[in-house]
């Protein structure tokens, strides 16, 4: 019987993490008690995701979701964390006994962002989830011979489409402008010097932040705005995310038939882009079928926790995308 049981999920992004507390059903269904938002930069150290950062803020979000609920211990924690396919080490190592010792967890289960998102959107069906905010990544399953995942690849390296790569295309513009250089917006200039102050103190500002990513992509709203007042500089660069975007989702879709498609994430808040995407998606991958999503990567997480409940993953399991560790000791054992 898991009727009642209790499940936390925990979705850690580029700029902060959101926390769920669930209680299962006669079904082993999760209904979601209570949820709870912390900006919390994610710090990273030489085996990536630092752990005791985490932590020292995880822990106390916790503490208050419990009390609230009248309860001191949770059966089974998920955590769907952005960088854990090729950052999360710390996190596998250092997470564990912690979580057993503070709230009773005698199961922990580490996915990567990219698969509570999927969850979330598609439940336990095959199909492809774009997941995009600070970062973008497409992740693909037919739910028996694994992931399929494309870009993801951290906003130096890849995260094509993405609120920092927008940002930084944006960045990109206004300093042409300021330098008098082709291709250049004066509208987005002005959009960076009013959040950002003088451009000769953005180098300092931006290189050695650790939020540097969270930092780029707070000026995709500010894109889409000027995009939205008619700017062609700003209107291009959302048109070459939406490209990149589409892609990205192509090649994740590659081997699936008439693939199941959903679109999740905040960037697809901004005006137009989720319609853009979906008209360049049609236009490629064959029988494409657009899914909305049912819910985003914290409800995705959760339900990663009650699956563990009930003893099956179904999806597919195995270091780094998604990892089960199960028998943590309880607390006072």
Not at 18 to 47: F, K, Q, S, V, Y
Not at 105 to 122: I, M, P, Q, T, W
Request: glycine share 14%; aromatic share 2%.
């Amino acid at each position: 019987m898991t009727e009642g049981i209790r499940v936390a999920g925990v979705d850690i992004g580029g700029t902060g993490l959101r926390l769920a507390l669930a209680r299962l059903d006669e079904h082993g269904h999760p209904r979601i008690e209570a949820t709870a938002e912390m900006a919390a930069p994610t710090g990273t150290g030489p085996r990536g995701i630092d752990a005791e950062a985490l932590l020292r803020t995880l822990l106390p979000a916790l503490d208050g979701l419990l009390a609230g609920a009248g309860t001191a211990t949770v059966d089974t924690l998920a955590v769907g964390a952005t960088g854990m396919a090729l950052l999360g080490q710390d996190l596998a190592a250092r997470l564990p006994a912690p979580l057993a010792q503070h709230c009773g967890s005698h199961r922990l289960v580490l996915a990567a962002d990219a698969v509570a998102a999927y969850a979330g959107a598609l439940g336990a069906r095959p199909g492809v989830v774009v997941a995009a905010g600070t970062g973008m990544i497409a992740l693909a399953t037919d739910l028996a011979t694994g992931w399929r995942r494309a870009d993801g690849w951290g906003h130096l390296l890849g995260d094509c489409g993405g609120g920092a790569w927008i940002g930084r295309a944006a960045l990109d513009a206004a300093l042409r402008a300021h330098d008098g250089r082709a291709g250049g917006s004066p509208a987005l200039l002005v959009r960076v010097l009013d959040r950002f102050g003088p451009v000769t103190g953005l180098p300092a500002l931006l290189q050695l932040r650790p939020d540097r990513a969270g930092l780029l992509a707070s000026l995709a709203p500010d894109v889409a705005e000027t995009s939205a007042a008619g700017d062609p500089v700003a209107a291009g660069i959302l048109a070459r995310a939406a490209e990149e975007i589409a892609d990205t989702a192509a090649a994740a879709a590659a081997g699936l038939d008439a693939p199941r498609v959903a679109l999740t994430g905040r960037l697809f808040h901004l005006d137009g882009l989720r319609d853009a995407v979906s008209d360049r998606l049609s236009s490629r991958v064959p029988g494409v079928r657009l899914h909305t999503p049912e819910g985003e990567p914290l409800l995705g997480a959760v339900r990663l926790a009650a699956a563990a409940v009930q003893g099956e993953l179904p999806w597919p399991a195995g270091p780094p995308l998604l990892h089960l560790i199960d028998g943590m000791p309880r607390a006072g054992q």
